[in-house]
């Protein structure tokens, strides 16, 4: 028994941790970590800590045992306001065995260092600072060699070091030495750099400095600060004999900026592809991009939209599933083994390469049809492979409804599940798995995703061995005729349609046709469909764009029955009350609430025919005339007209929908469907003639409850919205988290996003204050992303002639020139706008693929507005922008590549 004792106390041994850390009044430290000492990270029994003011260290002496690796972290609390872990992972110790008595001094680290909210994201950690070498982990066991010396672990968080270079450490001690070349080079474990020295205890104290140097020892960056200093007397005034230092790199400046390039992937050629962009041509766009010294590709949305079976499916931002991938991007020569297929499919890439835009109806035929005899090839064996066994494990919860959605859907030629036979429209799991069973079809999709997924990964990890990341994008919908729908209905509205108030964009807003979230439902398994979501995205990227951040403060919400911007509002949001109105002395809610419609008006639209449409579509009551019953919302009127129109000439379908859709809008308040005695006032209502024939008090009262309701009533409630969502899904991965903050901004939009790291987006000629015509590159702030275009505007060029009023504004007062106006902007103009954006102290500058092009007068195109890939103010538009050059002639073009790459050296990126 007394043996058992002695062996006991043997292994174990007295640690005195120091944090470093200066706390306000009120708050108080505590250490908590994976052995029981440590409270076995319940924070009930965590370790609390002693505060000396004079120094600014938290201390306390611990007894854990020897040899065997301990977890543990500081935990700040608040007085009576909850807690708050220091940031970054978990750190480790292993004291050595026959160390009686160790020392740990631990530099706290928040949450909000840029360590943490920024570097330690998987953008940086995994591609941009990644090292490639394996890690060397710190879970060695050590021993002394007798009781005259002390072992000292240097143990520093360092996450800007990058890969071309090492961490070392230099000091007094003759084995370090100050030299930088004869330094000891440190290991890395993943996370932090370390470096062993043991040394006789007479020779402390000890002072050091940790230094980056390259593999040719050309280029040396010193930490900076004074030089740090280690002692071999803990608090006791007693030796130690083991001790951890952790520390972090002091860097110079933390704001490392970098450039990449948007384009989609259906964008891409190479002379490989099928029509289209595809997975496969990452690989190319990555060779350009590291040629470029660029070092993130953007990409739009890559799920699957198939939906209406046409060119329609190619808006990508109306996914019939948050994780299918489309397999319009599958390269079909990698999963076809037959010469005879392989050779068809190659004359069928001659033919649609050709195209200067893409066929999106036949390339997908195209790819359905050599996916579907690849299928017939290889199905049997990859079903049986170990790869796909466990990427179905991984994937079945969404893999397995999505696969029957698609069967069902073919099956029917119908996505709207409401439009199936009633007893497909609700599935249990059970019912879908009988289903799936033995489905040809089924098992069709499953091999479609598996490949897909192995395409798409393959490509990640290309670009992650040259160093560049992936940004991926978020759309803020889904689409209402989708697998998450079906499935989920619970977690939206599908009365709703999302959309967004007028903007840049488009003058009558626009409406996306998505149904809202029903957030307070998402909440109550703690919105585990976002984190799902989110988790499948991060297997692919590596930082992502939030779009539409607004959304996750309040949407613009459309009731079904309109299709037109201009009748949404806001939700949440705090409506007007009657109260309200009746306290302005405004009592005809009518006169407000439904549409204006008067003779002068009708006479202005109708002539002649104005009788003629007064005695078929409308009543007249109290001085206006009122649209019947049969036709009273834009829904209605479409049905009506589609049945009871004659076609006489008086007058034409079109112009009659036209101007009912314009009358129906043309109201002051919407009615809240919720709630009989709340309004909400039409977005633009001076635009109105029902405004504009009020009178003035009633005009001016109007007027200041519109003000209230858009810029502050909303604030606080906005806030807390926002606050409540997005920490939940910037936590729910390790990707670095961008935001598209354009449009109607409230104020309480940036506070947050800085709160959580959140980058904001800047396009110049859209800046984010009203009272500025364009945004100033050098005056943006670090933590934002800058491009001088989007997918949803023209380019430059494009921009600059279709505008020449605004370009010639921009030309003088932004480029400071004071002649040689040119209509169509030449490369030193374009030049001068580019290299703007890659001088700003915006962390990321991501410019169009396509800018680039005006750089070179060989690769411009004749009609720049061909260029642009979206228009938003279009709910119809064709997708289908293809550059006019491959990715391969790119490569080889003699100005290209350097041309780029140095504007981006000359911005310092």
């Keep these: 028994g007394n043996l058992c004792n002695y062996l006991a106390i043997a292994m174990l041994t007295t640690v005195n941790f120091k944090i470093h850390f200066a706390t306000e009044f009120g708050t108080k430290l505590v250490l908590t970590g994976s052995d029981i000492a440590l409270g076995n990270w319940d924070l009930e029994h965590a370790i609390h800590l002693i505060y000396d003011p004079a120094t600014h260290f938290w201390s306390a002496n611990v007894v854990l045992p020897t040899n065997e690796p301990i977890y543990y972290k500081a935990v700040l609390f608040f007085d009576g306001m909850g807690h708050e872990y220091e940031g970054g992972q978990d750190n480790v110790l292993i004291v050595p065995h026959g160390a009686n008595i160790s020392s740990v001094h631990h530099s706290w680290l928040s949450i909000d260092s840029f360590e943490i909210k920024i570097f330690s994201s998987s953008l940086f950690s995994d591609v941009i600072f990644s090292r490639n070498e394996t890690p060397n982990f710190e879970l060695r066991k050590l021993s002394k060699k007798n009781d005259q010396t002390t072992i000292i672990r240097f143990r520093v968080l360092a996450s800007m070091v990058s890969r071309d270079k090492n961490l070392y450490v230099v000091g007094s001690h003759s084995v370090l030495g100050w030299d930088p070349e004869n330094a ?181 035929e195209a790819k359905q049809y050599f996916i579907g005899k690849a299928f017939e090839e290889s199905w049997e064996k990859i079903k049986q492979s170990e790869e796909y066994i466990d990427y179905y494990e991984d994937n079945s919860d969404w893999l397995l409804p999505y696969s029957v959605f698609c069967h069902l859907r073919d099956r029917f030629l119908e996505t709207d599940f409401t439009k199936w036979p009633e007893e497909y429209q609700q599935l249990s799991l059970e019912e879908i798995e009988d289903i799936a069973s033995n489905n040809t079809d089924v098992e069709k999709v499953f091999f479609t995703q598996y490949n897909l997924h192995i395409q798409l990964k393959s490509a990640i990890r290309y670009a992650e061995y040259k160093g560049i990341a992936t940004k991926g994008d978020l759309p803020i919908g889904v689409n209402q005729k989708s697998a998450d729908c079906w499935m989920n209905k619970n977690l939206f509205n599908m009365e709703m349609s999302t959309g967004a108030p007028p903007d840049q964009f488009s003058v009558d807003g626009q409406n996306w046709g998505f149904p809202t979230y029903n957030w307070e439902e998402m909440e109550k398994d703690g919105y585990a469909w976002w984190r799902r979501r989110l988790s499948v995205m991060s297997n692919y990227f590596h930082a992502y764009r939030i779009d539409h951040i607004l959304g996750f403060f309040r949407i613009w919400e459309i009731p079904r029955e309109y299709s037109s911007g201009l009748m949404g509002h806001f939700y949440p949001s705090i409506p007007i009350h009657k109260s309200e109105l009746e306290a302005c002395g405004i009592w005809d809610i009518d006169r407000l609430t439904l549409p204006y419609i008067t003779y002068h008006s009708l006479y202005y639209h109708f002539r002649e025919n104005t009788d003629y449409v007064i005695q078929n579509y409308l009543h007249y009551d109290y001085g206006r005339f009122f649209f019947r019953e049969e036709i009273n919302t834009e829904t209605k009127l479409l049905n009506f007209l589609e049945y009871h129109y004659i076609e006489n000439n008086r007058p034409g379908k079109n112009h009659l929908i036209k101007v009912f859709k314009e009358f129906q809008t043309n109201v002051v308040l919407l009615k809240d469907n919720s709630r009989w005695d709340s309004f909400f006032p039409r977005i633009n209502i001076t635009h109105t003639s029902s405004f504009q024939e009020l009178d003035q008090n009633t005009k001016n009262a109007i007027e200041k409850l519109y003000v209230d309701y858009y810029f502050r009533r909303q604030e606080s409630l906005w806030y807390e919205k926002g606050m409540r969502r997005l920490p939940m899904i910037k936590n729910s991965t390790n990707m670095f988290v961008c935001g598209e903050d354009l449009g109607m901004v409230p104020d309480c939009v940036e506070p947050v996003m800085d709160k959580l790291s959140i980058l904001g987006l800047r396009v110049q000629r859209m800046p984010p204050n009203p009272k500025q015509k364009f945004g100033i590159p050098q005056l943006y702030e670090y933590m934002t992303v800058c491009t001088p275009s989007s997918h949803d505007c023209s380019t430059i060029r494009g921009w600059w002639m279709e505008d020449k009023y605004r370009s010639s504004d ?82 080889d073009h003699p100005y290209f590549t350097q041309g780029v790459r140095n504007m981006v050296e000359e911005g310092n990126r």
């Design 184 to 364: 000891k080079q440190m290991h890395y474990s993943g996370t932090h750099f370390y470096y062993d020295l043991e040394v006789q205890k007479s020779a402390f104290p000890i002072y050091y400095k940790y230094v980056a140097i390259d593999e040719d020892f050309k280029t040396i960056v010193w930490e900076n600060g004074s030089d740090r200093y280690v002692s071999a007397n803990n608090h006791n005034l007693t030796f130690s004999d083991y001790i951890q230092r952790d520390d972090i790199f002091r860097y110079n400046d933390y704001h490392w900026r970098g450039a990449g390039v948007a384009v989609p992937v259906f964008s891409l050629r190479t002379t490989s592809g099928m029509g289209i962009g595809e997975f496969e041509d990452i690989k190319e766009l990555v060779d350009l991009a590291s040629a470029c010294k660029l070092k993130i590709l953007q990409f739009l949305p890559i799920n699957d939209t198939t939906s209406n079976f046409s060119w329609k499916d190619s808006y990508p931002y109306s996914a019939v599933s948050v994780y299918a991938l489309h397999p319009i991007y599958m390269h079909i020569p990698l999963i076809v083994n037959s010469p005879d297929i392989l050779k068809e499919a190659e004359e069928v890439s001659v033919r649609l390469n050709k195209l200067p835009q893409i066929d999106y109806e036949q390339v997908l």
């Design 810 to 891: 921009f030309f003088h007062n932004i480029l400071h020139r004071n002649y040689g106006f040119q209509d169509d902007p030449d490369a030193n103009i374009v030049g001068h706008i580019l290299a703007d954006h890659l001088r700003a102290p915006s962390m990321w500058t991501i410019i169009p693929l396509q800018e680039f092009f005006a750089l070179f007068e060989d690769l411009r195109v004749n009609d720049p507005s061909w260029e642009q890939i979206n228009e938003p103010s279009n709910p119809e538009h064709y997708w289908r922008y293809r550059m006019h050059i491959s990715v391969e002639d790119l490569l």
